[in-house]
T-cell receptor
Framework: GQNIDQPTEMTATEGAIVQINCTYQ??????LFWYQQHAGEAPTFLSY??LDGLEEKGRFSSFLSRSKGYSYLLLKELQMKDSASYLC??????????WGAGTKLIIKP | IAGITQAPTSQILAAGRRMTLRCTQD?????MYWYRQDLGLGLRLIHY???????GKGEVPDGYSVSRANTDDFPLTLASAVPSQTSVYFC?????????????FGPGTRLTVL
């Protein structure tokens, strides 16, 4: 079957670094997406990885290991506005996204 | 209009009633999607359309129907609503249903079925 696992909730301190992990099992694989979703709002696109390695985009970086079925999202210099849920989604062989339940990130001052 | 709009924003509906959720995009995207989001669960695909005139079933299609008469609009209909259809519904679109194609989401419709 197809499955995405990510932690339910994480807590971090303002100004710190946090890593949100995601493991996936899909029928075929066409890349891994990360989305941010603030409470009561729509998901918004953060990053896409299809090759192994690290993609850096400002304070956010995303890593992919295809052989391990593993990705992480790294958030640096945390700000209070980063408090949100972070959704991991893998694209399967039919180009459909399989979504994790999301990781709620709580930032404390 | 910029991006994707959904209507209504929220709705309370009696069980057994028929309801259509509207979705319109102005990005000329070929593919459109309907998801539901429930607490503790990931987004689940209800129906999708890779191009105008075609539709397909997702993971949880039972009780829902869609149509794609043109590029811009993708309405979702609940023929006879049941309480288990209480959820937040998101419409999304993407340029092409292919590798790396990013999906963009509408603001969502919060539906309560009593």
């Amino acid at each position: 079957g197809q499955n995405i696992d990510q932690p339910t909730e994480m807590t971090a301190t303002e100004g710190a670094i946090v890593q949100i992990n995601c493991t996936y099992q899909t029928s075929g694989f066409n890349g891994l997406f990360w989305y941010q979703q603030h409470a009561g709002e729509a998901p918004t696109f953060l990053s896409y990885n299809v090759l192994d390695g690290l993609e850096e985009k400002g304070r956010f970086s995303s890593f992919l290991s295809r052989s391990k079925g593993y990705s992480y999202l790294l958030l640096k210099e945390l700000q209070m506005k980063d408090s949100a849920s972070y959704l991991c989604a893998a694209m399967d062989s039919n180009y459909q996204l399989i979504w994790g339940a999301g990781t709620k990130l709580i930032i404390k001052p | 209009i910029a991006g994707i709009t959904q209507a209504p924003t929220s709705q309370i509906l009696a069980a057994g009633r028929r309801m259509t959720l509207r979705c319109t995009q102005d990005m000329r995207h070929n593919a459109m999607y309907w998801y539901r989001q429930d607490l503790g669960l990931g987004l689940r695909l209800i129906h999708y359309s890779n191009t105008a005139g075609t539709t397909g079933k997702g993971e949880v299609p039972d009780g829902y129907s869609v149509s794609r008469a043109n590029t811009d609009d993708f309405p979702l209909t609940l023929a006879s609503a049941v309480p288990s259809q209480t959820s937040v519904y998101f419409c999304a679109s993407s340029n092409l249903a292919g590798v790396g194609d990013t999906q963009y989401f509408g603001p969502g419709t919060r539906l309560t079925v009593l």
